[in-house]
């Protein structure tokens, strides 16, 4: 049983382009996260929702819209696509009340822009 | 505004030898500390956590991490490394009584080689 899934896992792209990435957790968890890792590893946090809020919005260009449909699922809308975009994306999710609430981590989804 | 460092880009041990990967951090206030483990082509898999209590912390795989408050240090330390432990290895940490969402903050990454 796949905890956090992400769909697609691979997307190759043209500049300029509009592309979405979906992802899902049957964890029960009520925060989901977006995170961007750029080719040097670093991974920084992009958005994340608690109960479909948005509550962490990053300094994160306009061309990315996160979207929260329900508590399990957490989409990654992205416009007018650039080569910077090119990053393995990763989706997580938690327990938001519980203290030192660890994050699970989908498989990432590796977007590569032409 | 927190912060992790991890001051070695890549540890290198031979196999049956002990490991160590270092990882120091500042926060305001009490921290939460998370190791977490990356395989190649996979997402992070969550390792263990410091979160109050025991200084020592054991975790998956024969790993453990050891609190230091005085020193802002929580190494990350197996008595006897395995080829299959080579991968790329995250320390993290989270401030406690934030107030707001669980907001991580990852350090960059060292990459621990275990050769035979």
């Known amino acids: 049983d796949t905890a956090v899934s992400q769909t697609p896992k691979y997307l190759v792209t043209q500049m300029g382009n509009d592309k979405s990435i979906k992802c899902e957790q049957n964890?029960?968890?009520?925060?989901m996260y977006w995170y961007k890792q750029d080719s040097k590893k670093f991974l920084k946090i992009m958005f994340s929702?608690?109960?479909?809020?948005?509550?962490i919005n990053e300094t994160v260009p306009n061309r990315f819209s996160p979207k929260s449909p329900d508590k399990a699922h957490l989409n990654l809308h992205i416009n007018s696509l650039e080569l910077g975009d090119s990053a393995v994306y990763f989706c997580?999710?938690?327990?938001?009340?519980?203290?030192?609430?660890?994050?699970?981590f989908g498989p990432g989804t590796r977007l590569t822009v032409l | 505004a927190q912060s992790v460092a991890q001051p070695e880009d890549q540890v290198n041990v031979a196999e049956g030898n002990p490991l160590t990967v270092k990882c120091t951090y500042s926060?305001?206030?009490?921290?939460?500390l998370f190791w977490y483990v990356q395989y190649p082509n996979r997402g992070l898999q969550f390792l263990l956590k410091?979160?109050?209590?025991?200084?020592l912390v054991k975790g998956s795989y024969g790993f453990e991490a050891e609190f230091n408050k005085s020193q802002t240090s929580f190494h990350l330390k197996k008595p006897s490394a395995l080829v299959s432990d080579s991968a790329l290895y995250f320390c993290?940490?989270?401030?406690?009584?934030?107030?707001?969402?669980?907001?991580?903050?990852f350090g960059t990454g060292t990459r621990l080689q275990v050769t035979l």
């Open positions: 926060v305001s206030g009490n921290p939460y």
């Open positions: 964890l029960g968890h009520d925060t």
């Open positions: 997580a999710s938690s327990r938001f009340r519980t203290s030192g609430n660890e994050q699970f």
């Open positions: 993290a940490v989270r401030a406690q009584n934030t107030g707001t969402a669980s907001k991580l903050t």
């Open positions: 929702y608690n109960n479909k809020e948005l509550i």
């Open positions: 410091y979160i109050t209590g025991d200084n």
